[in-house]
């Protein structure tokens, strides 16, 4: 998740790892404001993995540790994303294949 107003400075970045087999929910992966946002959603872009901006989502997740487990508060937000990217990851793999 990403969230910005145009100055590096207010750019805030929340990264989210999910292993089905082995979490319960998902954790935070990483997160920094600034430069580090800007490196976290450009190093994702760079291994194709999506990004989404959501200020507000951004904005809670940012308050909790790296590897902590989101806030259940937090978990339709998460999902909806979650949803969002193994359906653009599905459409991108089927259009390899072709």
């Given amino acids: 998740m990403a969230t910005g107003s145009g100055a590096d ?3 805030l970045a929340v990264a989210l790892v999910y292993a089905r087999e082995k979490d319960n929910a998902p954790r935070v992966a990483a997160k920094g404001k600034g430069y580090i946002a800007q ?3 450009e190093l994702a872009q760079r291994h ?6 959501d ?8 308050k909790f540790d790296i590897d902590a487990p989101i806030p259940l508060e937090a ?4 999902a909806e994303i979650l ?9 991108m793999k089927r259009h390899h294949e072709s």
Avoid at 75 to 78: E, T, W
Avoid at 83 to 91: E, F
């Fill in 39 to 41: 490196a976290i959603i």
């Fill in 48 to 53: 194709g993995i999506e990004v989404r901006e």
């Fill in 83 to 91: 949803a969002y990217v193994y359906k653009t990851n599905d459409r």
């Fill in 55 to 62: 200020t507000d989502l951004a904005m809670l997740l940012s």
């Fill in 75 to 78: 978990y339709a937000a998460v």
């Fill in 9 to 11: 400075t207010d750019k």
